[in-house]
């Protein structure tokens, strides 16, 4: 299926697509005096990135390849 123009589509549904991406939920997460040192050495090696989409970008990106991984095969 064509994937529909995004200049032709109706305000009212580009509204709808842009609320379901609105983060709502938070997460906690604990780490020991090595891991946020790992962490604090990368940002500075990113200057100026959050560090919030550094953190989202690399639970989502394992998450995904762990679901990839593990599809439910057929046969």
């Known amino acids: ?3 529909p123009n995004p200049h ?3 305000p009212d549904f580009r509204s709808r697509e842009q609320e379901k ?3 709502r ?3 906690a ?3 020991n005096d090595r891991e946020l ?3 604090n050495r990368y940002y500075k090696l990113l200057k100026g990135v959050s560090r919030t989409s550094v953190c989202r970008e690399a639970i989502m ?3 995904l390849k762990g679901l990839d991984e593990n599809q439910p095969t057929l046969f």
């Open 25 to 27: 939920n938070r997460v």
């Open 61 to 63: 990106e394992r998450v």
């Open 1 to 3: 299926m064509k994937r």
């Open 8 to 10: 032709t589509l109706s």
């Open 21 to 23: 991406l609105v983060r």
């Open 37 to 39: 040192d790992a962490l």
């Open 29 to 31: 997460v604990y780490l």
